[in-house]
């Protein structure tokens, strides 16, 4: 078990937003009477972490609010691997035991499955990932010892080979839904009555 307040959050949020089409960023989307990227900062804000980071692009979202510490990632291009390392960076300096990656575009996830995540994690080795009960992805932890591997992570791999390496938590497939495609953000928003969701279709 590693105890939040041992770890920095790393809400990865710099995405490009390719597969959205001409919407600027897609966590500036309303869902559910906010912003999508602002759901899981939102659920995981009374969680006792020992720093909040959020690795932003162009997206609009007010993480400060939220108590975020903001990391730009300017070269968002160079893919998922440079936003890790940059949160990572902050968590070492920090003295962090562990870091907790989530996505911005993940608006389901629930602070009780991150705590679920942290009692799975052993030690300054572990690597614990979710899972839908088919395949690993985030949100994880990772433990110090895995940090410098996290820093030379490149492109959008995203520490994916050491993810299902690791140890897997299996929880409700609907908390890990993420959100790539406009397709995608609808089917969401009607999976849960969402009132964009009955705007929308009355504005066809």
Same mark, same amino acid.
């Given at each position: 078990?590693?105890? #939040?307040?041992?770890?920095?959050?790393?809400?990865?949020?710099?995405?490009? +937003?390719?597969?959205?089409?001409?919407?600027?960023?897609?966590?500036?989307?309303?869902?559910?009477?906010?912003?999508?990227?602002? =759901?899981?900062?939102?659920?995981?804000? *009374?969680?006792?972490?020992? $720093?909040?980071?959020?690795?932003?692009?162009?997206?609009?979202?007010?993480? #400060?609010? =939220?108590?975020?510490?903001?990391? =730009?990632?300017?070269?968002?291009?160079?893919?998922?691997?440079? +936003?890790?390392?940059?949160?990572? &960076?902050?968590?070492?300096?920090?003295?962090?035991?562990?870091?907790?990656?989530?996505?911005?575009?993940?608006?389901?996830?629930?602070?009780?499955?991150?705590?679920?995540?942290?009692?799975?994690?052993?030690?300054? *080795?572990?690597?614990?990932? +979710?899972? &839908?009960?088919? +395949?690993?992805?985030?949100?994880?932890?990772?433990?110090?010892?895995?940090?410098?591997?996290?820093?030379?992570?490149?492109? &959008?791999?995203?520490?994916?080979?050491?993810?299902?390496?690791?140890? =897997?938590?299996?929880?409700?497939?609907?908390?890990?839904?993420?959100?790539?495609?406009? $397709?995608?953000?609808?089917?969401?928003?009607?999976?849960?009555?969402?009132? $964009?969701?009955?705007?929308?279709?009355?504005?066809?």
């Amino acid at each position: 078990m590693i105890a #939040a307040g041992d770890c920095v959050l790393i809400l990865l949020a710099a995405g490009r +937003s390719r597969r959205m089409g001409d919407v600027g960023s897609k966590l500036d989307e309303p869902f559910l009477g906010r912003p999508l990227g602002l =759901h899981v900062a939102v659920a995981l804000e *009374d969680m006792p972490f020992m $720093e909040r980071v959020a690795v932003v692009g162009q997206a609009n979202c007010d993480y #400060a609010a =939220h108590g975020y510490t903001l990391v =730009h990632n300017d070269d968002p291009q160079l893919g998922m691997g440079r +936003s890790v390392a940059l949160g990572v &960076d902050c968590a070492r300096a920090r003295g962090a035991k562990a870091v907790v990656v989530a996505l911005a575009d993940m608006p389901r996830v629930t602070a009780t499955h991150i705590y679920t995540l942290l009692d799975a994690a052993e030690g300054e *080795d572990a690597v614990v990932a +979710s899972s &839908d009960g088919r +395949s690993p992805k985030p949100p994880a932890v990772f433990g110090r010892a895995r940090f410098d591997a996290l820093l030379q992570l490149e492109g &959008d791999a995203g520490g994916r080979d050491m993810v299902r390496a690791g140890k =897997h938590v299996v929880t409700n497939p609907a908390e890990l839904i993420d959100v790539d495609t406009p $397709e995608e953000l609808e089917r969401l928003r009607q999976l849960v009555n969402a009132p $964009e969701a009955y705007t929308r279709r009355r504005q066809i």
